[in-house]
C-alpha cells in the first residue's frame, strides 16, 4: 500500500491562495461563499456529503469566468453569472477528482421562479446551487470596510425583498436562521480562510497528489490558447530528464508535480503581459517576475512539497546568479530545479507563442547550448537532452498533445453551453 504524501486540505490551501492572486477585486470571494454555502446547509440540517458538496461549490462557483480571459472582476462575473457556472461545471465534469462537484456550480446561478413548479425543483443538484447561490450574493453584499455586524440587518431587508423570486423557501429560511449567529459573519469577513477548518484533512497518496494537481495546472494553462499545453510539456520533459539522471520512481513523480505546478503564480500576471505579442517592456517584465515569487508562496507551506516547491520555484534562476527572483549561486540551486529550468526554457521554445511560432530541433538545440556556455543552464542537463532529444521531444509532444485536446473540448462545450 503506497504511503500518505500530504493532506487535501493543503492543497485546497494552496489552490484557494492562488485563486486570490487572480483579482485584488474576488480576494476571497470563493472562501467566504464556500464558508457561508456550508453554513447555510448546516442550519439546514443537511447530510455530510451533501455539506462538502456545497462548501466545494462555492470554492468552484466562479471558475468557468477564471478560465475565460479577462472575466475576473465581480462585475464581470455577475453580468456573465449563467455562462460562467456552466462553464465551470463542463470544466470540473472532465476531472474525476471533481466531476461530483458539477452539479451544484451548474446549478448555481438557476433561479426559483424559473424551476417553481417543475421537477427541476425537487432535484437534489437544484437545492445545493441555491445554497451555493445564496452564499455568493451575500458575499458580494458584504463590506469589509464596514463593522459586518452592523451589516446584517440591512443585508436581510436586501435578500428579501429581492429574493423570493431567486431562491427558494428553504434557502431563505436558513439564511434567515444564520442571520443571527454573530460568530458566521464575523467568521465570513475577518477570517475567511477558517472554510479549511471545514475541509476534511483527508492524507492523498503521492499519486492522488499528481491527480489532484494535474486538474489544478489545467486552470493556469487553460487560460489562454498559447498555454493550454505548457505544464503538461514541461512535466513531461522534467520527469525523462529526472529519469535519466537516476532519480528514483518517487522524485520522478514529484517533478511531476513540480511541472504541473512550476507556473502557478503566473494567475497572478495580466492577460495583457502574458499574451503581449512582442517584447515586454522593463516595467512588464517585472510583472513577470512576480510569478516565479508567488509559486513559492502558495507552496512551501505545504506538508510533503518542500522539494517540489524548490523545484517548480526556481525555474528561473540561473547558475550565474543573474536568474530571478533570488538570484540564488549555482551551489544553492539544485537538481530537481536545473532540470525544471531546462525542461521549460525547451517547451517553451517548442511551442506556438503569441510573438512567435514553434521553433525547429535545430534552433531550440542552439538555444540551449548558448545558455549552457553562457553559464545559464547546466551543460550536463543540456547535453543529455540533446543526445536523447527525439525520444524526449517525442515524449513532450504526446502529453501536450493530451492536454490541448482536452483544451478545446473545454472550448467547445462552453459555446455550446453560451449558446
Same mark, same amino acid.
Not at 51 to 61: D, E, I, N, R, S
Not at 283 to 288: A, D, I, R, T, W
Given at each position: ?7 487535501k ?10 485563486m ?6 474576488i480576494?476571497n470571494?470563493h472562501?467566504k ?7 447555510l446547509?448546516e442550519?439546514m440540517d443537511?447530510?455530510g456529503?451533501q455539506?462538502? *458538496? ?8 466562479d ?11 465581480l462585475?464581470?462575473?455577475?453580468m ?5 457556472a ?6 470540473l ?5 471533481t ?5 451544484a456550480?451548474?446549478e448555481?446561478?438557476?433561479?426559483w421562479?424559473?424551476?417553481k413548479?417543475?421537477?427541476k ?22 463590506n ?8 446584517v440587518g440591512?443585508?436581510r431587508?436586501m435578500?428579501?425583498?429581492e429574493?423570493? @423570486?431567486?431562491?427558494?423557501p428553504e434557502?431563505?429560511?436558513?439564511f434567515d ?6 460568530s458566521? #459573519? ?7 480562510q ?5 475541509t476534511p484533512?483527508?492524507?492523498v497518496t503521492?499519486?492522488?497528489t499528481?491527480k *489532484? ?13 498559447? @498555454? ?6 514541461v512535466?513531461? @520533459?522534467?520527469v525523462?530528464?529526472a529519469? *535519466? ?5 518517487e ?7 513540480a511541472g504541473?505546478l512550476?507556473?502557478?503564480?503566473k494567475?497572478?500576471?495580466p ?6 505579442p512582442?517584447?515586454?517592456?522593463e ?6 517576475k512576480?510569478h516565479a515569487?508567488? @509559486? #513559492?508562496?502558495?507552496?512551501k507551506d505545504?506538508s510533503?512539497f518542500?522539494?517540489i516547491c524548490t #523545484?517548480?520555484?526556481?525555474h ?29 526554457i525547451?517547451?517553451a521554445?517548442?511551442?506556438d ?7 525547429d530541433?535545430?534552433?531550440?538545440k ?16 543540456v547535453?543529455l ?10 515524449k ?15 472550448l ?8
Open positions: 500500500m503506497e504511503k500518505k504524501f500530504t493532506t486540505r493543503e492543497l485546497v490551501r494552496a489552490f484557494a491562495g492562488a486570490n492572486l487572480i483579482s485584488a477585486e480576494q470571494h472562501e461563499t464556500a464558508y457561508l454555502s456550508f453554513r446547509a442550519v443537511l447530510r456529503i455539506k462538502k *458538496l456545497v462548501l466545494a461549490g462555492g470554492l468552484f462557483h471558475i468557468g469566468g477564471i478560465l475565460q480571459q479577462g472575466k475576473v472582476s462585475t464581470e462575473l455577475e456573465h453569472s449563467e455562462d460562467v456552466a462553464i465551470g461545471a463542463s470544466f465534469e472532465r476531472f474525476p477528482e466531476k461530483q462537484y458539477a452539479p456550480v451548474r448555481s446561478q438557476s433561479s421562479k424559473d424551476a413548479g417543475t421537477e425543483a425537487s432535484e437534489e443538484s437544484f437545492l445545493l446551487g441555491q445554497i451555493v447561490h445564496m452564499a455568493d450574493a451575500v458575499s458580494l453584499l458584504l469589509e470596510d464596514q463593522p459586518v455586524l452592523n451589516q440591512e443585508m431587508k435578500i428579501f425583498s429574493g423570493e @423570486t431567486e431562491f427558494c434557502v431563505l429560511s436558513a436562521r444564520l442571520c443571527s449567529l454573530e458566521v #459573519w464575523l467568521d465570513a469577513v475577518y477570517h475567511p477558517c472554510f479549511l477548518d471545514l484533512d483527508i492524507m503521492l499519486d492522488e499528481v *489532484l494537481t494535474e486538474f489544478m495546472s489545467k486552470l493556469i494553462d487553460y487560460r489562454s490558447p498559447f @498555454t493550454a499545453m505548457h505544464s503538461a510539456g512535466a513531461s @520533459t522534467a525523462s530528464l529519469e *535519466l539522471v537516476g532519480m528514483s520512481e522524485e520522478c513523480r514529484m517533478m511531476r508535480i504541473y512550476h507556473d502557478l503564480g494567475l497572478k500576471i492577460d495583457e503581459i502574458l499574451e503581449k512582442g517584447k515586454l517592456t516595467e512588464e517584465f517585472n510583472v513577470m512576480e515569487y508567488f @509559486t #513559492w508562496v502558495l507552496l505545504v510533503g518542500e522539494e #523545484w517548480a520555484a526556481l528561473h534562476e540561473k547558475l550565474d546568479g543573474n536568474g530571478y527572483p533570488f538570484h540564488l549561486p549555482d551551489q544553492e540551486i539544485p537538481l530537481g530545479s536545473r532540470i525544471m529550468t531546462v525542461a521549460d525547451f517547451s521554445t517548442t511551442e507563442r503569441p510573438y512567435r511560432k514553434s521553433m530541433s535545430e534552433k531550440v542552439a538555444i540551449l547550448r548558448e545558455d549552457a556556455e553562457q553559464g545559464c543552464l547546466s551543460g550536463s542537463l547535453s537532452l540533446i543526445e536523447n532529444y527525439d525520444s524526449i521531444n517525442e513532450r509532444a504526446a502529453e501536450s498533445k493530451a492536454a490541448s485536446q482536452k483544451y478545446q473540448e473545454i467547445a462545450a462552453e459555446k455550446k453551453e453560451t449558446t
